[in-house]
C-alpha cells in the first residue's frame, strides 16, 4: 500500500461551492476510485491559503495513474474546473509532497 500526499489550489470565494459538490460526489466516481486501489482519501482545505491538501492510500499504482484516461474522471474535473486553477485538460494543478513521517 502506497501513501499519496498532494497540493491543489482553490480559487478564493469557492471555499462552499467545493465542500458543497464534495459532500455530494458522485456515486460512479467513488466507484472508480475504489476499483482503482484508493482509500482512506481525504482533502483538507487551509483556509488561510486556499491550498487543498489530499492523502490517500492506494494499492494498485498503475491503475491509479490511469484515472485520468476515465470519463467519469474527465467529466467531474469539468464539473470542477471553474473552482480550482486547473491544467488544460481541466485537470486540477497539483504538486506532490514527500512524506517526511508516519506514525502507525
Same mark, same amino acid.
Given at each position: ?24 460526489? %458522485? ?48 467529466? %467531474? %474535473? ?27
Amino acid at each position: 500500500m502506497k501513501r499519496i500526499a498532494f497540493k491543489m489550489f482553490l480559487l478564493r470565494g469557492f471555499e462552499e461551492e467545493y465542500k458543497k459538490r464534495h459532500a455530494e460526489i %458522485w456515486t460512479e466516481l467513488k466507484e472508480l476510485l475504489k476499483d482503482s486501489g484508493v482509500s482512506s482519501y481525504s482533502i483538507f482545505l487551509d483556509e488561510e491559503t486556499n491550498i487543498l491538501f489530499g492523502v490517500l492510500d492506494c494499492s494498485n499504482e498503475q491503475k491509479y495513474k490511469d484515472l485520468p484516461s476515465h470519463a467519469v474522471m474527465q467529466k %467531474w %474535473w469539468e464539473y470542477n474546473k471553474d473552482l480550482m486553477e486547473t491544467n488544460e485538460d481541466h485537470s486540477p494543478k497539483s504538486v506532490g509532497l514527500e512524506d517526511v513521517f508516519y506514525l502507525k
